[in-house]
């Protein structure tokens, strides 16, 4: 069975982060959690979880590092194209109706899917009238997303997302190529606010009309889930739209009555 | 190491079986559908699978089983409580993780072994969850994901059956296990599923 020992110490060193830096991460599910601080001791040269506790209580750089490895700046432009092409063809225009939007991306990592909102909203002719409130827990990740520089090797395949998630020119037509990068049309952010949120321990903070959060409630257990789908019912207007990702779902939460499927297969739900 | 089937029983093992985790890639299919045969509502455990398919490809292995088997069988879902007599397959593009409270949990870690979902992060999670109330089974396979995993479980003191690499439509991954560790069992398909029947 699991070492008893091990399962102290990452406890413990899941409280000193607490304490310490206020990032709450006692509610993750422990499997991954746990695969990712072994990650992250063998590339930090711990020698072991009560070692990697002193550091980090130490060294704020060394939280910082650490916190690389605990959330997972992992993601993609138009990822899951079925997703994006269910937003534009079905949510799109029920949005149309609203004077003004407000849309919220939660745990939106380094961006992509930032961009990939605020492109399909510009073909249809809604960018102008919205506010992107685009929040995650790491400020790395968060300033990489406001900067938009994507390494062009994932290009090809990000165009090709795209294209099936029913994009209406080139994906070319948003960015510049320079050398090994994109560079993001900046017009893209000009209605973009980036901001440090966390869905275990901060509230809302505005009414919304749409919230995308995918892979991010993966990492969660069900009751921290509940809280931020607690989180999500409270920012949405009436007939408001919440997207997931797509091995996530209301469903089976404390929040399942409130919410009726939109499009199931792309796991998008509705207010009641 | 044991090569012949005698002396070997899930059935009475000690302490109970809780699961059966199993890890394959090129040439599962075939394996897995034989594996499966026959097993229905009776079958006492949970079986979880990884089967490498292509990102880009993900076929419907939920479907394809289901009508193979009296099992139930289903994509694993985030937060699932395990259930007896169910086929679970991780879904393509994400880990598939056991937790100590008998649930599963899904992730978008990187990829292990160019895998993801892999079958190290199964076995690894499923032999911290359950330690000795686990059986792992490798069977054929193109890469040496899931040796690991499989020596996590043998560590932890499960029960570990490698597919015999003689008969495995491509050995590779049987053989990367057997390099590490030494397994309970080395046993052609027929009697691996022979033992998973007795189970019933
Ligand atoms: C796998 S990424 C998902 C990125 C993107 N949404 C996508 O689907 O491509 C998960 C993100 O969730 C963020 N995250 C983790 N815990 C969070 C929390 N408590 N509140 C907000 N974001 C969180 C991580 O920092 C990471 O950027």
């Given at each position: ?272 | ?9 899930l059935a009475g093992r000690q302490p109970p079986l809780e699961a059966v985790v199993i890890g394959t890639s090129a040439g599962g299919l075939g394996a897995l559908s034989l594996l499966v045969d026959g097993l229905g509502a009776a079958f006492p455990l ?87 109330a686990v059986a792992g089974i490798l069977l054929t396979g193109a890469n040496e994901d899931g040796a690991a995993g499989l020596e996590a479980i043998h560590r932890a003191g499960g029960l570990t059956i490698v597919q015999d690499p003689a008969e495995a439509?491509?050995d590779t991954m049987p053989r990367a296990a057997l390099q590490r560790f030494a397994p309970d069992h080395i046993l052609p398909l027929r009697n691996i599923h022979r033992l998973l029947r007795e189970l019933e």
């Amino acid at each position: 069975m699991a070492d008893r020992n091990l399962e102290i110490e990452l406890k413990l060193l899941i409280e000193a982060i607490y304490l310490k830096y206020s990032y709450d991460f006692r509610e993750y599910s422990p499997a991954s959690m746990k695969r990712r601080v072994l990650l992250a001791l063998q590339q930090m040269r711990c020698d072991n979880v009560s070692a990697l506790q002193r550091r980090i209580l130490y060294d704020a750089a060394a939280f910082m590092e650490l916190l690389q490895y605990l959330t997972i700046p992992v993601s993609e432009m138009f990822r899951d194209p079925g997703y994006f092409l269910a937003l534009r063809q079905q949510v799109v225009p029920l949005l149309r109706t609203y004077p003004s939007l407000k849309v919220w991306i939660a745990g939106c990592s380094t961006g992509e899917e930032v961009y990939s909102l605020a492109i399909l909203l510009r073909e249809e002719g809604l960018l102008e009238r919205t506010i992107i409130y685009a929040t995650d827990i790491n400020p790395r990740s968060l300033e990489r997303a406001r900067q938009g520089i994507f390494a062009i090797e994932h290009l090809r395949q990000y165009s090709e997302n795209y294209r099936r998630a029913g994009g209406k020119g080139s994906l070319a037509d948003y960015y510049t190529a320079a050398y090994d990068s994109a560079i993001m049309d900046k017009s893209l952010k000009d209605n973009v606010t980036f901001a440090d949120h966390s869905l275990a321990t901060d509230s809302v903070f505005s009414e919304t009309q749409l919230i995308s959060c995918r892979n991010v409630l993966i990492y969660f257990n069900k009751p921290l889930q509940d809280r931020a789908f607690g989180l999500f019912h409270e920012s949405l207007c009436h007939r408001g739209f919440l997207g997931l990702g797509s091995k996530e779902t209301v469903e089976f939460s404390g929040y399942a009555s409130l919410y009726e499927p939109f499009d199931k297969q792309e796991r998008i739900f509705r207010k009641l | 190491m044991n090569r012949e089937l005698a002396g070997a029983s899930l059935a009475g093992r000690q302490p109970p079986l809780e699961a059966v985790v199993i890890g394959t890639s090129a040439g599962g299919l075939g394996a897995l559908s034989l594996l499966v045969d026959g097993l229905g509502a009776a079958f006492p455990l949970p079986l979880l699978v990884v089967q490498h398919v292509p990102a880009d490809m993900p076929t419907q292995l939920a479907e394809i089983f289901g009508r193979k088997t009296a099992l139930r069988v289903k994509e694993a879902d985030d937060k699932e409580a395990l259930q007896p007599a169910t086929l679970y397959f991780a879904a393509p593009g994400y880990h598939l993780l056991l937790e100590g409270d008998r649930s599963l949990s899904l992730s978008q870690d990187e990829a292990v072994h160019f895998s993801r979902p892999s079958i190290d992060v199964l076995f690894e999670s499923a032999a911290d969850a359950l330690g000795p109330a686990v059986a792992g089974i490798l069977l054929t396979g193109a890469n040496e994901d899931g040796a690991a995993g499989l020596e996590a479980i043998h560590r932890a003191g499960g029960l570990t059956i490698v597919q015999d690499p003689a008969e495995a439509e491509v050995d590779t991954m049987p053989r990367a296990a057997l390099q590490r560790f030494a397994p309970d069992h080395i046993l052609p398909l027929r009697n691996i599923h022979r033992l998973l029947r007795e189970l019933e």
